[in-house]
């Protein structure tokens, strides 16, 4: 219990940490591409790489990691997705050591602008993560489900559309949470203010001198007299100090002057067109550009377009738009920061962002009818953060918490049903069961020699004369044990079989044994189709069916054994593998021979493996193997049907197992090799 909390703890921790991440990189997915474009100068693959696949990375990596947390969250394809997760996480954490490292970019970017860590410091979370993505991959299935199997798609898809119109939306228009220093209603003089008490940079510097040929280093501290020459000095920075958020926006017009104090202190509006880049700017939007610079100019407003293109881009985007706005200079960077969209407009006042668009939202001519004083878009816009957040909780997590909720009221009301139902069921089965017969049957498989056989026979023989059983017990025993065992027997208490027979009915075999044979030794059954016998000696259904056409025509009674591997029961292929068994080798029976078959379901996943099916997955296909049974037969010859379960059952889960509507014994293999350890599965009957 104690680990299925420590699994969940650290499913939730990488469930929230990736869709965080991928939601804030999806809501500002050119900021990741030009981090991606930070990696990629690193490695020296800048060149190589265009923009349009480092934009659709960008776009691909938001989707993955918050479809991800959403897999996690929901505990959706958990053993696929947690070990998605660790090799993800591992590779993050080798790629932020080497950050940590060598220091090649500032800030991984891992939450984009709206978290900052240090490499260290996300290298450190990381690792933490790497711990948790260990712990759910090492224990997938304790992740406890929020919604059902059934429903997991809807959940998937519909985080794959929303995060996908996220970030179409923030390209096409702007991101809908700004976390830069120029947001709108951000005062870039209050941004670029060095408080009082902030912590200044601390530098040391180291004087080099020489005297009589001897060179020594002195600091300002003690510094030497004049009979010392001075042959050089090192500046080391010792601490960095305060940082103000804006710390590099500058414009300079074309003529050379520093006009920034202008811009930001102007109390009235300024219109600032910003293009990093005008060679690469897009130009579709050129007329309603025009548009408001000419009403710009009407109004008095002053209109700059900042670049930090050269001289050739801007009188090449002068000829395009046939525009007369005054062209500035400003650092690329920084106007990378301002805004998401190339080009884009921002709107101050005072010194304070008051609107931001992006080409392809401009306002209209038709808006632009009075100053802006009297006009919205002059003011700050209504809509705040909090109402941002809002219409994600009702677009996408109330309706997966809607969803939940029904999904969840569903199942309850689903199980309430069926445990009525299984309440009724149990009260007839009362009566059913008494006219199917309650098995466990011994398996012995080649183990033992003749001499312990014997004296395990008279063992059980001894032990159950002194307390029947409530059930008929059955051992079978490998072929020379037969005749042998079969005279020690109580044949009232214990039935005898053999663990296997011929597909021929007599002839130059050497070393097969017929059901004729089987049956002269005294033995009443036959176990046909284990696991093993199609494992490792390649029998065909068509073989099974053979077998067991001359075991019934020979009188012994056949437990046939059906069931599903590993890798079927994780592709949810169980009910077909069992269903196609039955009809490969038992189905063209008539109804009157089917009464002398008894099933026996072995997951081959749990026999010998320490492994069980819980008493409900054993239920479930119980119960769907008697409801094939039932469309082939009847529901008569199905209820008289007995099937029992075998798959690495013991005395310690026989009762549960046992206490299934359609669970009706086991076929028992390494516990039925010990007297005590048999007895006390047939015990559980009791």
């Known amino acids: 219990m104690a680990m299925k909390v420590v699994v969940n703890v650290c499913r939730l921790v990488l469930a929230l940490t990736l869709v965080l991440s991928g939601f804030v990189k999806a809501v500002d ?57 660790l090799v993800v996480m591992a590779f993050m954490t080798v790629l932020t050591l080497w950050l940590a490292i060598a220091n090649p970019i500032s800030d991984c970017g891992c939450f984009g602008d709206a978290i900052k860590l240090t490499n260290w410091q996300t290298f450190w979370k990381n690792i933490v993560l790497l711990v948790c993505a260990a712990v759910v991959c090492a224990r997938p299935l304790d992740m406890v489900r929020f ?161 930090a293109s050269s001289d050739n881009a801007r009188q090449r985007w002068r000829n395009i738009t046939g525009a007369e706005y005054p062209y500035c200079t400003t650092d690329e960077t920084t106007l990378k920061t301002m805004i998401r969209s190339n080009p884009g407009l921002m709107l101050l006042k005072d010194g304070k962002v008051i609107r931001k668009w992006s080409h392809n939202k401009l306002p209209y001519q038709e808006v632009l009818t009075e100053r802006l004083e009297k006009l919205e878009i002059g003011k700050m816009p209504k809509e705040s953060t909090s109402g941002k957040i809002l219409n994600i909780v009702m677009w996408f997590v109330l309706p997966l918490v809607l969803l939940t909720f029904a999904d969840r009221l569903w199942a309850w009301t689903t199980w309430l049903k069926k445990k009525k139902r299984s309440r009724k069921k149990i009260s007839t089965l009362k009566q059913k069961t008494k006219m199917r017969k309650k098995i466990v049957a011994g398996n012995w498989k080649m183990n033992m020699n003749l001499q312990e056989g014997v004296a395990l026979a008279k063992e059980l023989n001894e032990a159950l004369a002194a307390d029947k059983p409530n059930c008929d017990v059955v051992i079978c025993t490998p072929f020379i044990h037969l005749a042998t065992v079969a005279g020690i027997l109580d044949a009232s208490t214990i039935g005898l079989g053999a663990e296997n027979c011929a597909d021929k009915e007599k002839g130059a075999y050497t070393g097969e044994v017929s059901a004729e044979m089987v049956k002269s030794t005294g033995a009443q059954y036959v176990i046909l189709g284990h696991s093993e016998r199609r494992e490792y000696y390649k029998e065909t259904p068509e073989i099974l069916k053979e077998k067991v056409l001359l075991a019934l025509k020979n009188g012994l009674k056949v437990i046939f054994c059906i069931g599903e591997s590993l890798d079927e029961r994780e592709a949810g292929k169980q009910n077909e593998v069992v269903k196609a068994e039955l009809e490969g080798s038992v189905f063209n029976l008539s109804a009157e021979e089917f009464k002398n078959i008894i099933i026996a379901y072995e997951p081959i996943w749990a026999i010998g493996t320490g492994k069980t099916a819980t008493s409900e997955q054993a239920e479930e296909i119980h119960a769907y193997i008697r409801s094939i049974i039932a469309d082939k037969y009847g529901k008569e010859l199905a209820d008289e049907t007995s099937i029992l379960y075998g798959g690495s059952c013991k005395a310690s889960n026989a009762p549960e197992l046992f206490a299934k509507p359609d669970i009706d014994g086991g076929l028992i293999g390494g516990a039925s090799l010990k007297c005590a350890d048999f007895k006390g599965i047939i015990d559980a009957w009791k």
């Not at 480092?54 to 505990?75: D, H, K, N, Q, Y």
């Not at 930001?264 to 060679?279: S, W």
Request: charged letters at 20%; a negative charge.
């Open 29 to 85: 997915p050119i900021g990741t591409q030009y981090k991606i474009n930070d990696y990629l100068e690193a490695w020296g693959l800048y060149a190589i790489v265009g923009d349009t696949v480092t934009l659709l990375s960008s776009v691909l990596l938001s989707a993955i990691e918050f479809v991800m947390g959403i897999c996690l969250l929901f505990a959706i394809r958990r053993r696929l997705v947690s070990r998605l997760v």
């Open 147 to 307: 919604i059902s199997k059934t429903n997991q798609w809807i959940v998937t898809n519909y985080s794959v559309v929303f995060i996908m119109a996220v970030s179409g939306y923030s390209l096409y228009l702007l991101p809908m949470f700004d976390f830069r220093p120029y947001h709108v209603g951000a005062d870039i003089r209050q941004g670029m203010d060095m408080p009082e008490d902030a912590e200044q940079p601390q530098f040391e510097t180291t004087f080099i001198l020489e005297k009589d040929g001897e060179k020594k280093e002195f600091t300002a501290d003690n510094y030497p007299d004049s009979t010392w020459t001075f042959v050089d000095s090192k500046t080391v920075q010792l601490t960095e100090g305060y940082v103000p958020p804006i710390h590099d926006f500058s414009i300079t017009t074309e003529e050379g002057d520093d006009i920034t104090e202008e811009v930001i202190g102007d109390k009235g509006y300024t219109f600032l067109l910003i293009a990093p880049h005008l060679e690469q700017a897009d130009d579709s939007r050129l007329d309603r550009i025009n548009e408001i610079y000419d009403y710009a100019q009407e109004q008095g407003y002053p209109f700059y377009c900042l670049t």
